[in-house]
Structure formats: structure tokens, C-alpha cells
């Protein structure tokens, strides 16, 4: 005669296979997703620099997947220059495909570049050209965190 026991060990056990499944195709999708991030100066005025941030998701896998709407960090050394907004919108990528984001506008000012990442001008009017990382942080399917970094060159390497 099967007792309540084994009835909840069986559910248990179900229940953790049917988990780990989850789980692992959850770290698949994390290490499939991919993003390219492109940035460039979208605009130099008196106050500062413009840049444009444009995000293309790529979904190589066969099952669609929802993400959030990535937040953008501008790094410089170990110096935060800039970031996006913080946006909680749901992104739907279809199975093999891939979906290209709005575009993030960032200003930075030049006192906020001068006072905050002073090498981060010096290297501009040295080599013009100016080396930032570029990290990309979204969550996959409301529970699965990706983040990914990129180390972008800007400038046409003229002196300044």
C-alpha cells in the first residue's frame, strides 16, 4: 500500500527534476544571449558630450525569451563615468532572432569629465581616441541575471 510519504517523496522529487530542468535551460539561454553594444559621440557642444548608445539582442536559441530593458554602465579605469536610466519595461526576443533597443542618449559634461576621470581627457588630447568599458546588465526571463562587458574605443585617433 503506498503511504502519504512516498506520495510527497514522489512529488518532491518531480518537482526538484522538473527545477533543475528549469534551471539549466534558464543558464543556457544566459550563456546563448548575446548583446553588441555600440557607442559613439553623438554630439560635442560647450557644455559637454553627447554619446549614443545603441543595444542589439541576439537570440540564437530555440525558445523566445524575455528580458529587461538592459541598463548601460560607462566605466573608466574603475571610475564610473555614466549610466543609463533604469527602465522597467520587458523586452520579448523571439526564438533566432534579434531585437535592436531605442537608443540610450547619455550627456556628460566636461567639468563633471575633468573633476570625476581627469585621465580620461588626457588620454583624449593625447591620442584621440578614448578607451572606456562598457558593461550591459539585464535580467532573463524575470530571474536570471546577465550582465556582459565590452571595452569600446571612441575617437578617431587624431591628436586633439
Known sequence: MVSTKHILFGAGAVAALLGASYLLK???????????????????????????????????SGGSV????????????????????????????????????EPVMIHIGFLNLATTVPGLLKEYRSTGKLTITVKTITTINDSLPYTKTDTITLGSGKEA
Do not use: C, H, W
Open 26 to 60: 534558464l543558464n543556457r539561454l544566459s550563456n546563448e544571449l548575446e548583446t553588441v553594444t555600440k557607442v559613439s559621440i553623438y554630439k560635442i557642444s560647450l557644455d559637454g558630450i553627447e554619446l549614443r548608445i545603441d543595444v542589439t539582442l541576439k537570440n540564437p
Open 66 to 101: 524575455k528580458v529587461k530593458q538592459p541598463f548601460v554602465k560607462m566605466i573608466y579605469g574603475t571610475t564610473t563615468v555614466a549610466s543609463s536610466q533604469i527602465k522597467d519595461v520587458n523586452i520579448t526576443i523571439p526564438k533566432f532572432s534579434e531585437v535592436n533597443l
